[in-house]
């Protein structure tokens, strides 16, 4: 199993920019994992925002943020990040990561361990 803990969030004004990360602890190698990157705005569903491979070599995005976000990985740090830049107000939601055994998607059913959230607030 693995632990994620999500930090980096906070208020930020429409243009702005914030770097989000993700701590991962437990029992298996970090590095084994493919990582991904969700939000969830109220009273909306989950989306999925980026994803990583195990070895850093693919990546994909959503369409709204390709461009302006970027996702990477410190696997001996054992940390997801997710640098969010040219923030706009519909950025505006709670940030999850996830982690799946192998393989990235786009369906959060598909992956199997979560951190908390943190909150990304972008004022306009």
């Known amino acids: 199993q693995v632990q994620l803990a999500e930090s980096g969030g906070g208020l930020v004004q429409a243009g702005g920019f914030l770097r989000l990360s993700c701590a991962a602890s437990?029992?298996?190698?970090?590095?084994?994992?493919?990582m991904a990157w969700f939000r969830q705005a109220p009273g909306k569903e989950r989306d999925f925002v980026a994803s990583i491979s195990r070895s850093e070599t693919t990546t994909y995005y959503a369409d709204s943020v390709k461009g302006r976000f970027t996702i990477s990985r410190d696997n001996a740090k054992n940390t997801v990040y997710l640098q969010m830049n040219s923030l706009k107000s519909e950025d505006t939601a709670v940030y999850y990561c996830?982690?799946?055994?192998?393989?990235?998607?786009?369906?959060?059913?598909?992956?199997?361990?979560w951190g908390q959230g943190t909150q990304v607030t972008v004022s306009s």
């Open positions: 996830a982690a799946r055994g192998s393989g990235i998607y786009k369906n959060p059913y598909e992956y199997d361990y």
């Open positions: 437990g029992r298996h190698t970090f590095s084994l994992y493919a």
